[in-house]
């Protein structure tokens, strides 16, 4: 990776970077591009609802990735439903070029786990205000969460989104990838999987009911099934090899909750890291675990940036202290091990400079 400065300082990094009573969950971050009209350098959209504003998704700005403003909502919204994981691009073109693609749900409590569809939004400026557009990107998924965009290696913008799997085991969350339209109105294709649970460390819950899913074979009033999470892709990382890199989160976010990765080895095919042969593991790659002996609970859901030192970073969301605190945003350095695997983990022995 290159380097155009000096680092951000140690006491910036995994720690709460504008601590809020308020869960800073999900948190995406974005550099607009130059002279698009932006106040801040970067921003972070992370999820939630201002139901005093009709409005979703507290956003933040920075010049340095370290002092951050908040900005209050940004989505004009219906606030008695639940909007989940924001993610913003620049479309060059468009009367109103900041697009956020993000998922929103059949209500709150029990029902903003039911019926998110990846939904588009957009606004004249990055802090908004965001106005859903009417485009729904996955009209035939009864769950799809977690959009994130990016540009593969070969040219084709693709859309990454969480959805859920009932057909056969691993019952669960898993990640899968289409082609999108340059204006992010339209998914051009059938969805194809990229990810799905393979460690027990992806468990949400060993003994699960969920009424509102229909599983084949499942009859909710006497079964509970063990139920996997493998969610929150963020694409567009190249490794030192060349490899397209797609970071996700994987486990329970109330309880064991970590990110993992997974590598492209040539265009039309993604496998798991674990199946690399300079890897073995019983748990895959781990890029940034949980740290209770430090009070570092549940890292996970992440997005990426290049910051001002040209070092790339991993924004996520944390709880410090204790697990059940309020998820905080904070930023980690993004390293690579010596066999070309992304790393994030401070206390991890395999991590050193980037190659």
Known sequence: MPTTGPSLPASALYRPLHPEDRDQGDPFVFAPPPGAG???????YVTGEDRTA??????YGSDDLIHWTALGGVLLADTHRAH?????????????????????????????????????????????PFEDSGHVLTPDLDFAIDPDVYRGRDG???????????EDAPLGTGIV??????????ALGEPQTIARAEYDWQV?????????????????ERDTVRWHTVEAPAGGLLSPRGEEVVLYSGGCFFGYYAVGAIVRHMPAQAI????????????????????????????????????????VYLMFHVRYGSADAPRQMGLAPLRWTADGLPLADPADPRRRDSL
């Open 272 to 311: 798991d890291l674990t199946e690399a042969p300079a890897v073995t593991s019983d748990e895959g790659i781990v890029v940034l675990r949980p740290d209770p002996a430090h009070g570092f609970y549940g890292p996970g859901h992440c997005s990426w940036i290049e910051g001002p030192d040209g070092q």
């Open 204 to 220: 949400y819950d060993p003994a699960r009911r969920m009424p509102w899913k229909t599983i084949p074979g499942v009859d909710w």
């Open 156 to 166: 084709v913008l693709r859309l990454a989104f969480a959805t859920d799997f009932v």
């Open 84 to 128: 989940w994981a924001p993610c913003v691009r620049f479309v060059a073109g468009l009367e109103r070029p900041y697009v956020m693609l993000y998922s929103r749900g059949r209500g709150l409590g029990e029902d903003a786990h039911i019926g998110h569809a990846i939904r588009r939004a957009a606004s004249a400026a990055p802090e908004g």
């Open 177 to 186: 990838e289409v082609p999108v339209s340059d204006d992010l109105t339209a």
């Open 38 to 44: 932006a106040s801040y350098r970067y921003y972070t």
């Open 54 to 59: 009709d409005r979703a998704f507290p956003a």
